[in-house]
């Protein structure tokens, strides 16, 4: 990732910028169209969309749904690249701080690939180029001989010492939950370093922004510890830096849903979880809330957004949006793969 010199955020050239990409996101007509498609008909409709430069540069390697979904992280790392091309002062280093998700991402899909044993070249499709790791370092992470090795590699990065300290828990118990925490939690906890304690009205939006999504976060892992209902402290997954939690509230929350629903209900989210918290309440597993409280933060971005359109809201609200969009399609592609009826494909989608 670059560097820039200091300057002035450049927030009206950015979000005018934004808006024109945003706008050309699919819309609810094209999914309709892509749900009763197979893989071979996906791939020529994206040929003839935004996705034909990554559809021609992979054709000749990749076909079907492997094809789609390279295509489509390419994609992403592109137009999140294109961003930081085009912001300049601190709206730059807002942008670049979240855009570290994606470090968090390519860290743990070298780890589950060295995992589960599969090819170099596979885990290096994978990866989402949009980050603050260099193209270098990101090949010296794929050429790692072992889990503990990328331990090693990462050290001095933000990711350093919480892998380093949840590496014993992985050797003893041989799985990778402590490690994907510890990815985690070391992203999350590190957005809000470093910003004013007085923060002007734009930066103040984007710390409610960064909270409100670390609040989801927490009850996201809530719900799933509570429906779990596995022998595990929910203190460990907790993430510092929200409202609605501290650990041993969240601790104690965990184990009476009941209470949990009704805490998020009174809280300042409680317009937007509404609709997600009724389908909780109306479902028998997580899945149809965890896609309604994905739904619910993008429309809490869009309002932010709103609220103070000269602000990284609408620029972090774009790339909510952008990567729903990815998610939606490779969504659509597997499930066509997988032989899932449209109903059931659908389901597995977020639109707003």
């Avoid at 009763?36 to 034909?52: H, V």
């Avoid at 749904?65 to 592109?78: H, P, Q, S, T």
């Avoid at 933000?158 to 041989?174: T, V």
């Avoid at 007085?198 to 609040?215: G, N």
Wanted: charged residues 35%; hydrophobic residues 40%.
């Amino acid at each position: 990732m670059r560097v820039k010199a200091e300057g002035s955020a450049n927030y009206e050239y950015v979000t005018a910028r934004v808006r024109s990409r945003r706008a050309s996101l699919f819309d609810a007509d094209d999914y309709r169209k892509l749900v009763r498609m197979g893989p071979g008909e996906i791939s020529r409709f994206m040929e003839e969309t935004e996705y034909e430069e990554e559809m021609n540069a992979l054709g000749a390697r990749y076909g079907g749904v492997d094809l789609i979904e390279y295509a489509l992280n390419r994609n992403l790392a592109k137009h999140f690249d294109d961003l930081l091309d085009w912001a300049d002062g601190k709206l730059y280093d807002y942008v670049a701080r979240y855009l570290r998700k994606f470090d968090a991402w390519n860290v743990k899909t070298v780890i589950r690939g060295l995992y589960s044993d599969a090819d170099r070249s596979e885990i290096d499709d994978d990866l989402i180029r949009a980050g603050e790791f260099s193209e270098a370092f990101l090949t010296e992470l794929t050429k790692a001989e072992s889990i503990e090795a990328v331990v090693d590699l990462l050290e001095g990065t933000m990711f350093g010492e919480p892998l380093a300290a949840a590496y014993e828990r992985y050797e003893e118990e041989g799985v990778l939950v402590p490690l994907e925490n510890a990815v985690d939690r070391a992203f999350y906890e590190r957005l809000l370093e470093g910003l004013p304690s007085e923060p002007d009205r734009a930066t103040e939006l984007y710390i409610d922004f960064l909270r409100a999504e670390i609040d989801f976060r927490n009850i996201r892992n809530a719900l799933r510890l509570a429906r779990s209902g596995a022998d595990i402290d929910p203190a460990e997954y907790y993430i510092a830096g929200g409202r609605l939690f501290d650990s041993d509230a969240l601790r104690q929350l965990a184990t009476n849903p009941d209470e949990l629903v009704a805490r998020i209900r009174e809280s300042t989210y409680g317009d937007e979880l509404d609709a997600a918290l009724d389908t909780l309440e109306e479902a028998s597993g997580l899945i149809a809330f965890e896609h309604a409280l994905d739904e619910a933060l993008l429309e809490f971005s869009d309002k932010l957004s709103n609220r103070y359109p000269l602000s990284v809201c609408p620029v972090l609200a774009y790339v909510l949006a952008k990567e729903r969009e990815v998610d939606n399609i490779r969504a659509i592609a597997r499930g066509r793969e997988a032989g899932l009826d449209n109903e059931e494909i659908e389901e597995e989608l977020v639109i707003l």
